[in-house]
């Protein structure tokens, strides 16, 4: 009687370590499948390859992530957590609105900069993969909270004003600029902060041409 109490305790000790081994196993198949995704896409990632970069078996994989939507879920959150976007409440306590935009873009580029080699192939297979889409989605409300904060305490064009927000936050605005143009990150935003101004200005009239006013049109 006494052998069996002292062999109770190693039980749950033995179930404790199984489980986490089992979360070292889940955790290095999601970052396999990250690192995957970096480099080729997650339209060209394959379960076999993330297998090999796990050092597990393909069964392994299946088990933990038993379908796609699974898996890219999993690695979305962990990427998101490991590559914060900027904080919306921290440029919401700028007051003036010039300095807040500059603010904001100054550090989103910055983001972009240090994210753009997964970006630009997850917007590139989102019409490929139908999860990716599904995990990428919310991203939108991000963006409209981060455009409303920063049209707040400005006055005139609102619709016209707002859509230059939007489009200076667009990750292919900062990649035209800075990538393909070769505008460094300082001069994007002086940029776009003057698109922003201008575009906020009343929309002065549309002028008529000599020809249309002497016909009366």
């Not at 199984?18 to 290095?28: G, S, V, Y």
């Not at 990250?34 to 796990?54: K, Y």
Request: with cysteine; net charge positive; proline share 6%.
């Amino acid at each position: 009687m006494s052998r069996e109490i002292s062999a109770a305790p190693r039980r749950p000790y033995r179930k404790r370590r199984r489980a986490e081994q089992e979360d070292e196993t889940r955790r290095r198949i999601t970052e396999a499948t990250v690192a995957l995704h970096g480099e080729v896409g997650p339209a060209h990632t394959t379960v076999s390859a993330i297998a090999e970069r796990a050092g597990v078996q393909r069964a392994t994989v299946y088990r933990h992530f038993p379908d796609e939507r699974a898996l890219i879920g999993a690695c979305s959150a962990h990427w998101r957590a490991a590559n914060p976007r900027p904080d919306v409440s921290g440029w919401a306590a700028i007051e003036d609105p010039d300095a807040r935009l500059r603010s904001a873009l100054g550090e989103l580029y910055a983001w972009y900069d240090r994210t753009e080699y997964m970006m630009e192939k997850i917007i590139r297979d989102a019409a490929l993969v139908e999860p990716l889409r599904e995990a990428i989605a919310g991203v939108a409300g991000w963006f409209d909270a981060a455009a409303g904060v920063l049209a707040e305490g400005r006055s005139g064009d609102a619709a016209r004003g707002r859509a230059a927000i939007a489009h200076a936050l667009e990750f292919d605005t900062w990649r035209s600029l800075v990538r393909r143009q070769g505008l460094a990150p300082a001069e994007a935003v002086d940029l776009m902060a003057l698109l922003a101004t201008v575009s906020w200005s009343p929309a002065a009239p549309a002028r008529r041409s000599p020809r249309a006013a002497h016909s009366g049109r």
